[in-house]
T-cell receptor, first 114, second 113 residues
Framework: DAKTTQPPSMDCAEGRAANLPCNHSTISGNEYVYWYRQIHSQGPQYIIHGLKNNETNEMASLIITEDRKSSTLILPHATLRDTAVYYCIVRVMSRGGGADGLTFGKGTHLIIQP | EAQVTQNPRYLITVTGKKLTVTCSQNMNHEYMSWYRQDPGLGLRQIYYSMNVEVTDKGDVPEGYKVSRKEKRNFPLILESPSPNQTSLYFC????????????FGPGTRLTVT
C-alpha cells in the first residue's frame, strides 16, 4: 500500500471549514483513498473513501487531485466534536478495496477551537 | 443500536495469567478483526476472521489466539501475557472483507505487569 504524509496537527475555528491535506505521491491506479478519524482513545470511525472522483457524504467531502497524488478531506462546518486524529489511508484494489487490514499511521490531530 | 462491544474495557493483569477479551457485534457481519494500538506505531492488525471457523493472522499475531465459533463473537485470547502486550485493543467488524467501512468497538486498555 502507498505511503501517506499528513501534517501532525492543525487548528480550525468552530463553524469554519476544516481542510485536511494528505499527500500520497506514490499511489497506484488501483488504490483507493480512505479517511477515518479517532476521537481520543475511542475506536476509529469511517468517514469517506474515493478512487478518482470527488466524493461527498453527510460527514465530509473528499477532493482528489487529477493526478491522484494528493487529496483533501473537508469538514464543511467544524464543531468541537470534530476534534480528533484524522487518518488518510490508501489501499490496493486487488484486496477488493475493502477496509480489512487497513494500516493506520500517525494521522493529523485536528483541534477545533471555540 | 448497531454496535461492536468489547469486554472488559480496562484490565490490569500479571505476566503469564491467561486472559480473554470478548468482542461481539449485532450487525450480522461476516468479517471481524482485532487491532492493537501503540504510541508511535498506529493501529496494527492482529488476527482477522472472514466467517465462522475461518481465521487468519494479521501483521502482529505472535502471542495471541482467536476463535470464531459463532458469527457474532470473536474473542481474543492471550495464553501467557507479557508486558510487551500492554496496549489498547480494538475489535472491528464489517459486512465482508471487501466492505469499505469497518465498525470499531470502544477499545480495551490492557496493562500487563
Amino acid at each position: 500500500d502507498a505511503k501517506t504524509t499528513q501534517p501532525p496537527s492543525m487548528d480550525c475555528a468552530e463553524g469554519r471549514a476544516a481542510n485536511l491535506p494528505c499527500n500520497h505521491s506514490t499511489i497506484s491506479g488501483n488504490e483507493y483513498v480512505y479517511w477515518y478519524r479517532q476521537i481520543h482513545s475511542q475506536g476509529p470511525q469511517y468517514i469517506i473513501h474515493g478512487l478518482k472522483n470527488n466524493e461527498t457524504n453527510e460527514m465530509a467531502s473528499l477532493i482528489i487531485t487529477e493526478d491522484r497524488k494528493s487529496s483533501t478531506l473537508i469538514l464543511p462546518h467544524a464543531t468541537l466534536r470534530d476534534t480528533a486524529v484524522y487518518y488518510c489511508i490508501v489501499r490496493v484494489m486487488s484486496r477488493g478495496g475493502g477496509a480489512d487490514g487497513l494500516t493506520f499511521g500517525k494521522g493529523t490531530h485536528l483541534i477545533i477551537q471555540p | 443500536e448497531a454496535q461492536v462491544t468489547q469486554n472488559p474495557r480496562y484490565l490490569i493483569t500479571v505476566t503469564g495469567k491467561k486472559l480473554t477479551v470478548t468482542c461481539s457485534q449485532n450487525m450480522n457481519h461476516e468479517y471481524m478483526s482485532w487491532y492493537r494500538q501503540d504510541p508511535g506505531l498506529g493501529l496494527r492488525q492482529i488476527y482477522y476472521s472472514m466467517n465462522v471457523e475461518v481465521t487468519d493472522k494479521g501483521d502482529v499475531p505472535e502471542g495471541y489466539k482467536v476463535s470464531r465459533k459463532e458469527k457474532r463473537n470473536f474473542p481474543l485470547i492471550l495464553e501467557s501475557p507479557s508486558p510487551n502486550q500492554t496496549s489498547l485493543y480494538f475489535c472491528a467488524s464489517s459486512v465482508s472483507r471487501y466492505s469499505y467501512e469497518q465498525y470499531f468497538g470502544p477499545g480495551t486498555r490492557l496493562t500487563v505487569t
